[in-house]
């Protein structure tokens, strides 16, 4: 079983940053591409910035020069580092990867966090 736990999630005023973090565990044997989506309500999920194993990373228009993807490889764990937050950036945000596991099968499989809110306001 591979678990993907999100936190970091909050209340920001305009302006303010906030950094999220995903953890990855279970019997993980590799883990390739890792991202993170979000999804305002009434809008569809969509990816605001990702990173191969290679170390390139893809951002969304919208979030470039404000958002910064990391992530350690050692402990399994995805960063997003948010600044310059503005109300549309209110979504939940999730955590994606792509990851093969101990004895399963040879390919890396799509794995989701549960979500954390993240929230603009003053």
């Known amino acids: 079983q591979v678990q993907l736990v999100e936190s970091g999630g909050g209340l920001v005023q305009p302006g303010g940053s906030l950094r999220l973090s995903c953890a990855a565990s279970g019997s993980i044997f590799s883990i390739n591409a890792m991202g993170w989506y979000r999804q305002a309500p009434g809008k569809q999920r969509e990816l605001v910035a990702a990173t191969r194993s290679g170390g390139s990373t893809d951002y969304a228009d919208s979030v470039k020069g404000r958002f910064t993807i990391s992530r350690d490889n050692a402990k399994n764990t995805l960063y997003l580092q948010m600044s310059s937050l503005n109300a549309e950036d209110t979504a939940v945000y999730y955590c994606?990867?792509?990851?093969?596991?101990?004895?399963?099968?040879?390919?890396?499989?799509?794995?989701w966090g549960q979500g954390t809110q993240v929230t603009v306001s003053s």
């Open positions: 994606n990867a792509k990851i093969r596991t101990i004895r399963g099968p040879l390919i890396h499989s799509d794995y």
